[in-house]
């Protein structure tokens, strides 16, 4: 079964380089940067503002690096200025990005929440992507498996998701394969690469039971 990021989501796509390790990928796993008409760095989480953009990949170290040399100056090719905190407030928007995802889905009736709706549709549906708190008990979480095809992550709190499904908090959640799945799927590759390994820098850790 496919757990976290371990696969690829897609091997095509355009290329962009990233700022910190040079390394050239596709632009799903990137961030993408922008500096303002007064100078300042953007996080361009949609990858719509204008101007010429700076990719980071969507990893805790490249961004810190990143910060740490100024490379966005050099990738500009002026002086810019940084917003204070800027790794947290990149995690904190992938975060608010994700939810929005999943309540979109919800709404449309493309995801389930709680323990037993995940395992009705585990057994009747097409999943696209199995999500679990990462604050959640290892236990419980191991009762569910990952479809062939669909993809695992633990990368939002108990209430981060509660956010998502309009509740105080869930453990378990699932979206169907298809509809906003696949962004689903970018947006929480790219919030793994930001969060630490217990599932979140900033975020606080959240009731247990959904």
Not at 64 to 70: D, F, I
Not at 118 to 128: C, E, H, P, S
């Amino acid at each position: 079964m496919s757990r976290g990021g371990a696969q690829k989501d897609r091997d095509d796509g355009p290329e962009r380089r990233c700022i910190a390790t040079g390394e050239v990928q596709p632009k799903h796993g990137l961030i993408r940067f922008v500096v303002s008409p007064d100078g300042m760095v953007v996080p361009d989480l949609g990858e719509k503002l204008p101007g010429r953009g700076i990719w980071v990949a969507s990893e805790r170290s490249a961004l810190e690096l990143a910060v740490k040399k100024n490379l966005f100056s050099r990738a500009a090719k002026k002086p810019v200025t940084l917003p204070d905190g800027l790794v947290d407030l990149v995690e904190a928007g992938l975060a608010r990005r994700l939810t929005d995802m999943i309540a979109l889905s919800r709404k449309a009736g493309e995801a389930v929440a709680g323990f037993e709706k995940v395992k009705d549709w585990l057994a009747t549906r097409r999943i696209g992507v199995l999500l679990q708190a990462t604050d959640g008990s290892e236990r419980g979480k191991s009762k569910l498996w990952t479809p062939t095809g669909a993809r695992y992550f633990s990368v939002l709190t108990a209430r981060e998701l509660g956010l998502a499904f309009g509740r105080q908090s869930v453990i378990h959640g699932a979206l169907a394969a298809g509809g906003l799945a696949p962004r689903v799927v970018e947006g929480a590759a790219k919030l793994q690469g930001l969060r630490k390994a217990d599932g979140g820098h900033t975020a606080e850790k959240d009731e247990r039971n959904a």
